[in-house]
């Protein structure tokens, strides 16, 4: 077994980097990596979406707005019933139908996928913006709370093991997806549907059932990641709440070649360099302007597509519909 | 060969045929999507025919009102002239928001820069610039998605968000308004003001003869030929020798400057400077615009118009029946919704659900 692969020295210069700056300064240091952790994981939720979809063939590029309309609905259930568990519930009722409705559209109507992707985002925006009422308040969060012995480990513990409810179910998530895509037969008949659906159907794999369950699936884990800012990160909503998410993680699915722990190593990488920014800001450090910081995301996004897109291989039957009997 | 003559003919059809089928649909979907936003109204308590009365009433209901939904269209023609000149080559251009509002600041620039220039110089130089800065921003894109790959509609949406927070910055620093509370451009020059003629805006008539001169560049020249064909058929286009790489970057740079225009002509005919954080939705109402309008750069008109008027008139209907008027975003989307279902566009069975943009990859 080779020990010395490129991966991991990625991950040895990762480790360096943060020993050092740790020897440095321990409890800051341990602090921007929480909030790293907390910036990063309502992306990889939401690229977990991309990778759903994509590796069964549909191009989703409505999460954007499956978690702008599952944030405004887990926040204004959680207000109305005053539980934010029934918030949290019909969040992920209504990720669950958008899912659908891309399905629908994408599978059965054989739309566009981008154009669908964009109805759900427009219908989203539309939806939330007509039905918004500004200054409610929301019962509770899910707010932190520290996992008995893990959370006391120095520097990972308070990373990983000090965060809300919605965080460990989220991490949980990608495990889970990641195990299931690449270790069961309900990940090997995926991703056979987005390489070649006429050979799965021929091996009796129904493509179209397959693309609906899966699709609907992921809606229900955006609206996860949805509830994740409105009821656990930020604690209410506004209008255009999501503020692009939902497009960064595309881009981290494909910097991480539509592997959950690759996307899930880019969106930590992402919310490092977020929180490590606002560090420096705070810290007076350097003096960058706010607007130069709140850009940084996006232009990041675009610098990992240009130097990845290219190198990296999309699920062959990416955008098409699928029509029994074609080759 | 026979590959780019069935182009040819594809081409030649879709620029040439109006027929009445494919007209029907969008008049369907504004239809249903008014009724379902109706429902919604009723629920929330107020009525909705006071609300629709009260909205059209104002947008056309008067020469001052037609004159107002026509300031609002000018924009809307534009981005939605952007997006359907990109659709025409195949490339999903959802930036035309960041494009446009480039556009707005480089002419607030120019506008108080070139001070002491005369009227007829002044403007067109100002317009100039506004696409100019437009066509830089969807430049990028078409450059990224030509040489590198990458989708287009990921570059264009966060170019969005990265143009905005440029244009905050810049409007609050270096091109900031001297000695104002309020972060934005000091007001532009009289003589960058475009003329109202009677109560119709100026901007408006630009707009139009635009359309009119895209339909024609798209429909009659080489050029647009290339776009079109790039645009069905990409391997086809190569085939016939056409350069893909190339037309998809020009495609995007003129999609850009149109949206860029738009954003000029905003700055120059109704604010007079730039602000950050003003008219937010112009560039994704262009999407919708644009497909209701069937991606035809003429058809786009009426549905620009019926949207601006809406625009124009949705202050009033909130103060008269207490609907938000966000309502007009909410009608958006539905059209959308609908123009696009095959459920209806299958009913009038002319028209096909063909994929006009391809995945990822390609």
């Keep these: 077994m080779n020990l010395l692969t490129k991966r991991n020295s990625y991950f040895l210069l990762v480790a360096l980097v943060t020993a050092f700056f740790y020897s440095r300064d321990a409890s800051i240091t341990t602090s921007v990596y929480a909030t790293g952790t907390a910036f990063a994981l309502p992306l990889a939720l939401a690229a977990m979406v991309g990778i759903m979809c994509e590796r069964t063939g549909i191009v989703n590029i409505g999460i954007e707005g499956t978690m702008l309309m599952s944030a405004f609905v887990a926040f204004f259930v959680a207000y109305i019933t005053q539980n934010i568990l029934i918030g949290l519930a019909a969040a992920i009722a209504t990720g669950s139908l958008m899912g659908f409705l891309l399905a629908l559209m994408a599978v059965s109507w054989r739309m566009d996928q981008i154009i669908a992707g964009t109805i759900l985002n427009i219908l989203a925006t539309g939806l939330t913006s007509f039905l918004y009422v500004q200054g409610k308040t929301i019962p509770s969060v899910f707010s932190a709370f520290e996992v008995p012995l893990l959370s006391k480990i120095p520097f990972f513990g308070p990373v990983l093991f000090i965060h809300g409810a919605l965080t460990f179910l989220g991490l949980a998530i990608i495990l889970a997806l990641y195990v299931a895509i690449y270790h069961t037969s309900w990940g090997l008949r995926s991703r056979a549907v987005g390489e070649h659906p006429s050979s799965a159907d021929t091996a009796g794999v129904s493509v179209v059932r397959l693309r609906y369950i899966n699709v609907t699936i992921a809606g229900a884990i955006g609206a996860i990641a949805g509830a994740y800012l409105s009821l656990e990160l930020v604690g209410s909503f506004e209008r255009g709440f999501v503020a692009g998410k939902g497009f960064t993680a595309l881009a981290l699915m494909i910097f991480g070649r539509w592997n959950p722990l690759g996307a899930l190593a880019a969106a930590l990488f992402f919310g490092l360099a977020q929180a490590y920014a606002n560090q420096l800001m705070i810290d007076q450090v350097v003096n960058i302007p706010s607007q130069f910081t709140s850009i940084l995301p996006y232009v990041m996004t675009i610098v990992v597509l240009a130097i990845s897109a290219g190198k990296v291989r999309a699920p062959a039957a990416e955008g098409q519909p699928y029509e029994k009997g074609q080759s | ?362």
């Design chain 2, 1 to 362: 060969m026979s590959d780019t003559k069935i182009v040819t003919k594809e081409v030649e059809k879709s620029t040439k045929s109006f027929d009445v089928g494919s007209w029907l649909i969008p008049i369907v979907a504004v239809l249903v999507a008014m009724s379902l936003a109706a429902i919604l109204i009723k629920l929330q308590g107020s009525n909705p025919i006071t609300a629709y009365k009260s909205l059209f009433k104002t947008a056309f209901g008067s020469v001052e009102g037609l004159g107002i939904t026509l300031g609002k269209s000018t924009p809307l023609v534009l981005s939605g002239l952007a997006v359907a000149v990109g659709l025409r080559a195949g490339l999903f251009n959802i930036g035309a928001q960041g494009q446009l509002l480039s556009g707005s600041l480089a002419a607030a620039w120019a506008g108080v820069t070139f001070d002491g220039l005369p009227g007829f110089i002044h403007i067109p130089v100002a317009l100039i610039i506004g696409a100019f800065f437009g066509s830089i921003v969807a430049g990028i894109s078409g450059l990224l998605k030509a040489y590198r790959g990458v989708h287009e509609v990921i570059t264009t949406i966060m170019l969005n968000s990265i143009v905005m927070g440029v244009a905050d910055y810049l409007a609050s620093h270096s091109l900031r308004e001297p000695d104002q509370f309020l972060t934005r451009t000091s007001e532009i020059a009289p003589s960058a003001k475009l003329p109202i003629l009677g109560s119709l805006p100026l901007g408006f008539f630009i707009a139009v003869i635009l359309a009119v001169l895209i339909w024609w560049i798209l429909g009659r020249t080489t050029s647009g030929f290339r776009i079109e064909t790039v645009g069905r058929n990409r391997h086809a286009a190569w085939y016939a020798g056409i350069s893909v790489k190339r037309t998809v970057v020009s495609a995007m740079l003129v999609s850009g400057a149109i949206a860029g225009l738009g954003g000029a002509i905003e700055t120059l005919g109704v604010t007079y400077r730039y602000a950050p954080a003003f008219n937010l939705g112009l560039g994704f109402d262009g999407i919708t615009i644009a497909l209701l309008g069937r991606v035809h750069p003429i058809g786009i008109i009426p549905g620009a118009i019926l949207i601006g008027g809406m625009r124009a008139g949705a202050a009033n209907m909130q103060f008269d029946s207490g609907v938000a008027p966000e309502l007009v975003d909410l009608l958006m989307a539905l059209i959308l919704l609908l123009v696009t279902a095959p459920l209806i566009t299958r009913f009038f069975k002319n028209s096909s659900n063909k994929t006009i943009t391809s995945g990822w990859s390609n």
